[in-house]
């Protein structure tokens, strides 16, 4: 063999090396390629999947935050309506108490004054119920006070014969 054919032969190996690591070096780069892009469409994916974790996180969190401190809010209100809505009816109480009080105060009296005179209801006259109807007027801050008794049908002529007289001129 000659040396130019050596040459060629050398060439032609060379060539057919070098063409095979052309080949295996761009199959290695597209390996690496789409590698890459897989790697990448993945980390993309595990992104997308840790933000929809966290966010479900923060919408449970929330929702469950919503709704404890929305229940302890409507209990404490309750709680304060309860409070208040007792004061209010104490309050009440007291002021009816005082009032009626004094207007019941007169009623007590009309019925000592009619078991002292020997006298049965309603046929009793007060004295001075004028007075005493004024005090229990204003301390029960009433605009009016009388006496309005109820008359059964068998008492009415008894009752119709009282008032004529002359111990309940006042009537």
């Not at 780069?29 to 966290?54: A, I, S, Y």
């Not at 004061?87 to 007169?106: H, N, P, R, T």
């Not at 005179?117 to 801050?141: C, E, G, I, K, Y």
């Amino acid at each position: 063999m000659s040396s130019s054919e050596d040459e060629d032969d050398y060439d032609s190996d060379s060539a057919g090396t070098s063409s095979c690591v052309d080949k295996e070096a761009i199959e290695v780069k597209q390996n690496d390629e789409e590698l890459g892009r897989r790697e990448t469409t993945n980390v993309l994916r595990l992104r997308l999947l840790v933000f929809l974790v966290l966010l479900m996180a923060a919408v449970a969190v929330s929702v469950i935050v919503y709704f404890i401190t929305t229940g302890a809010e409507r209990e404490e209100a309750e709680s304060q309506f309860a409070g208040a809505a007792e004061k209010v009816l104490e309050a009440f109480l007291d002021i009816a108490d005082a009032k009626l009080g004094a207007v019941s105060s007169l009623g007590v009296a009309s019925i000592a004054h009619g078991v002292d005179h020997t006298r049965t209801w309603p046929n009793v006259t007060l004295s001075s119920f004028q007075q005493r109807s004024a005090t229990a007027r204003s301390q029960s801050d009433a605009l009016y006070v009388h006496i309005n008794p109820l008359v059964k049908e068998v008492d009415r002529a008894a009752w119709e014969d009282y008032v004529v007289s002359e111990d309940a001129s006042w009537m």
